[in-house]
């Protein structure tokens, strides 16, 4: 049984260092989460898997880490200066802030009726760059990773020498000021996103864009996401956002209801040629604004015809956030057990485990088993997979409890036999079976293991 609220899933974060509240010590700052010693290294697995099948697996994509601070000039012609906005009302009686599409017609925190009009509210978070805070030093917060490949998009193909179809991949962090933060991880105001831009020839991009949805939604099930729980969401045309001609989102059944994972969207040469100076002079096809200050023509020549092409653009983007609150959610496992107990268990993807093994000393006085444990430690710590942990406790079965709950994929303990016969006991974290392994042999387990 996967896990039956959010409430199980928040305190089991909290109990083990998974993700705390951000600042709690001074009350907490809405919106924001802070990713603890087991958090991190979840975090960080999930976004080396989505690296590896995006950038090393093909051959057809370039990666990038632009600054979060943006120019203003390129959120003024991304278009998001003017509508990234969501729809605010006031609630005259109790003050509160709502988004309008989110609610019916009463306030859901008091029950009045007496609601203001909705009014645009830009989700941007703005500061100033440099000592002078005037009107010419204004940044923003990058509401979203992909502007910046797109301002990047000339030096990406001079510095590569790329021909179409290619993409480029960004993951870092984003910046939403939300009418409503809610729902632990899923919606919060400083999150990180998973963006590919894959630049494709006009005309071949209703065909991109369907291999596109294809591949993703393949992905997060080798990450552990079952594909029952996802659905496919064509978005209405009349809540297509600015930039795009379709948008397929890909739907899970999150603990508190189905809601976006990730969105697919077909952005069309509208950014492209948002940000292109001389744009007259290129077939751009969207509806675009004239642009006098870019310095740039951010288009790519045909290598037969010599033509110069605004490419189409494919966009898979997906947070990270909502990947790990996902995937926590399809691993949370209470179990039955033999004796009437219960036993909770993270079976999580062991790439995605925070922690690959642990290495426990049947004893933690005995300095030959400690020794030796770390021996063994830093023997598989040094291949690379991930972090072992040498666990200290002298408490087998707590250690194994632990270690269940956070999703360790092995336990291995070193006894007396350890010292005698060179031999460790593995314990597998799904079906706790415990086999005898040599220790000259288990450099290759753990590889295998990790594959
Ligand atoms: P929603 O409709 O849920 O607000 P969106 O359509 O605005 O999401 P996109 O602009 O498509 O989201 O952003 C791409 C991805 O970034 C989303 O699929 C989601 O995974 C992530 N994301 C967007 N906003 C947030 C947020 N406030 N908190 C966490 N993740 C977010």
Not at 134 to 162: H, M
Not at 292 to 320: C, H, M, T
Request: hydrophobic content about 35%; glycine content about 6%; overall charge negative.
């Amino acid at each position: 049984m996967s896990a039956k609220s959010m409430d199980e899933l928040v305190s089991l974060c909290k109990r083990r260092g998974f993700i705390f509240q951000s600042s709690e010590i001074y009350g907490g700052l809405q919106g924001m989460y802070d990713f603890g010693p087991l958090g991190v290294e979840l975090k960080n697995n999930l976004k080396t898997a989505w690296w590896k099948s995006m950038v090393y697996e093909r051959d057809d994509v370039e990666g990038l880490d632009a600054s979060i601070l943006t120019n203003q000039l390129v959120l003024n012609y991304s278009g998001h200066e003017d509508t990234f906005t969501d729809p605010l009302v006031d609630c005259r009686s109790c003050k509160s802030r709502w988004r309008a599409d989110q609610i019916e017609d009463t306030c859901p925190n008091c029950g009045s009726q007496d609601l203001t009009d909705p009014r645009p509210f830009n989700l941007m978070f703005k500061t100033n760059v440099g000592p002078l805070e005037d009107e010419g030093s204004i940044a923003y917060l990058r509401p979203e990773t992909a502007q910046q490949i797109f301002t990047n998009f000339k030096n990406i193909v001079d510095s590569t020498s790329r021909a179409l179809p290619f993409g480029i991949a960004q993951i870092g962090k984003a910046f939403r000021n939300e009418i409503t933060p809610r729902n632990f991880i899923f919606r919060v105001r400083e999150f990180e996103q998973m963006e590919l831009e894959f630049f494709v020839e006009p005309g071949e991009d209703n065909l991109w864009h369907d291999k596109w949805i294809e591949e993703r939604s393949k992905w997060w099930e080798s990450q552990g996401v079952s594909k029952k729980k996802i659905r496919f969401l064509e978005v209405p045309k009349e809540e297509l956002s600015h930039y795009s001609k379709r948008t397929v989102d890909l739907m899970y059944e999150f603990p508190h209801g189905e809601e976006e994972l990730e969105g697919i969207a077909n952005r069309t040469d509208f950014d492209l040629g948002s940000h292109s100076k001389n744009q007259d002079q290129l077939n751009i096809q969207s509806k675009i604004r004239k642009n006098s200050d870019s310095n740039s023509r951010l288009a790519i020549q045909d290598k037969n015809s010599n033509e110069w092409i605004v490419p189409f653009v494919i966009e898979p983007s997906a947070g990270v956030e909502r990947g790990v609150l996902a995937i926590l959610n399809e691993a949370y496992k209470v179990e039955k057990l033999e004796n009437g107990k219960e036993r909770i268990v993270l079976a999580l993807k062991p790439h995605l485990s925070p922690i690959k093994a642990a290495i426990i000393p049947l004893k933690k006085n005995n300095e030959d088993l400690v020794s030796l444990a770390k021996n063994v430690k830093d023997e598989l710590q040094s291949l690379g997979k991930g972090r072992v942990l040498l666990e200290n406790t002298g408490n087998i079965g707590k250690s194994y409890r632990k270690h269940d709950e956070v999703g360790t994929p092995m336990c291995i303990t070193v006894d007396f036999d350890s010292l005698e016969k060179n031999t460790v006991t593995i314990r597998d974290r799904d079906n706790m079976d415990q086999k005898t392994v040599q220790i000259q042999d288990l450099t290759t387990y753990f590889s295998n293991f990790f594959k």
